[in-house]
């Protein structure tokens, strides 16, 4: 059975989701469709305070900072914190959408996500995605004209649309058969949930 997991390059929650998922879903007998979201295009939907991670007290910050950096100490994953927080994620996310698209999409999201928690690459500029996608022995001048193109936009935000038609509205989100599961706390519960449906 495939599950979905959903997810953007800027979230901490879902690089820590990132690392973990594969081995649960070997350990259910699962397959993961790795599902590129714009998280932008989701928070602007929302009302008023659009991201609470960016827009959170300093209080709220500083917990959350915490969390991830337990998550990672309880998990054995390795953190670094990105000079720049949240980077921006857009030409990575397009280029992950067309890594997806032709059956690559779970290695180059794995060398993005560690690119920026664990290398603090900036994964904003192009040479550092072009390197990414070379990463996976992939051409990168080739897939990059093909995330920048406006087929590959239109067709990446119809898939975003699709996301948020089906009530996914944050990342880490894992969808199994009609059912969400949001957080990276919610994973052992997805792949329960997964067991249930079988």
Same mark, same amino acid.
């Given at each position: 059975?495939?599950?979905?997991?959903?997810?953007?390059?800027? =979230?901490?929650?879902?690089?820590?989701? =990132?690392?973990?998922?594969?081995?649960?879903?070997?350990?259910?007998?699962?397959?993961?469709?790795?599902?590129?979201?714009?998280?932008?295009?989701?928070?602007?939907? *929302? =009302? &008023?305070?659009? =991201?609470?991670?960016?827009?959170?007290?300093?209080?709220?910050? %500083?917990?959350?900072?915490?969390?991830?950096?337990?998550?990672?100490?309880?998990? @054995?994953?390795?953190?670094?914190?990105?000079?720049?927080?949240?980077? @921006?994620?857009?030409?990575?996310?397009?280029? &992950?959408?067309? $890594?997806?698209?032709?059956?690559?999409?779970?290695?180059? $999201?794995?060398?993005?996500?560690? $690119?920026?928690?664990?290398?603090?690459?900036?994964?904003?500029?192009?040479?550092?995605?072009?390197?990414?996608?070379?990463?996976?022995?992939?051409?990168? @001048?080739?897939?990059?004209?093909? &995330?920048?193109?406006?087929?590959? *936009?239109?067709?990446?935000?119809?898939?975003?649309?699709?996301?948020?038609?089906?009530?996914?509205?944050?990342?880490?989100?894992?969808?199994?058969?009609?059912?969400?599961?949001? @957080?990276?706390?919610?994973?052992?519960? $997805?792949?329960?949930?997964?067991? %249930?449906?079988?």
């Amino acid at each position: 059975m495939q599950i979905q997991f959903w997810f953007d390059f800027a =979230s901490p929650y879902a690089y820590v989701a =990132s690392e973990r998922i594969e081995t649960l879903a070997r350990s259910h007998g699962a397959t993961v469709d790795w599902c590129p979201l714009l998280l932008g295009v989701v928070l602007k939907r *929302k =009302s &008023a305070d659009g =991201s609470p991670f960016q827009r959170a007290t300093e209080a709220e910050h %500083r917990y959350r900072r915490r969390d991830i950096e337990r998550l990672c100490i309880r998990n @054995g994953l390795p953190l670094v914190w990105p000079t720049g927080f949240p980077r @921006g994620s857009l030409l990575a996310m397009r280029t &992950a959408y067309v $890594a997806r698209e032709q059956g690559w999409g779970r290695e180059f $999201a794995n060398q993005v996500f560690r $690119a920026n928690f664990v290398h603090d690459r900036d994964i904003a500029k192009t040479e550092v995605v072009a390197d990414l996608i070379e990463a996976c022995k992939r051409p990168s @001048g080739s897939v990059l004209e093909l &995330a920048q193109s406006e087929e590959n *936009k239109k067709a990446f935000l119809e898939h975003v649309e699709q996301a948020i038609a089906r009530g996914i509205f944050g990342v880490p989100t894992v969808v199994v058969g009609d059912e969400l599961f949001w @957080g990276n706390d919610k994973l052992e519960e $997805a792949f329960e949930w997964l067991e %249930r449906e079988r």
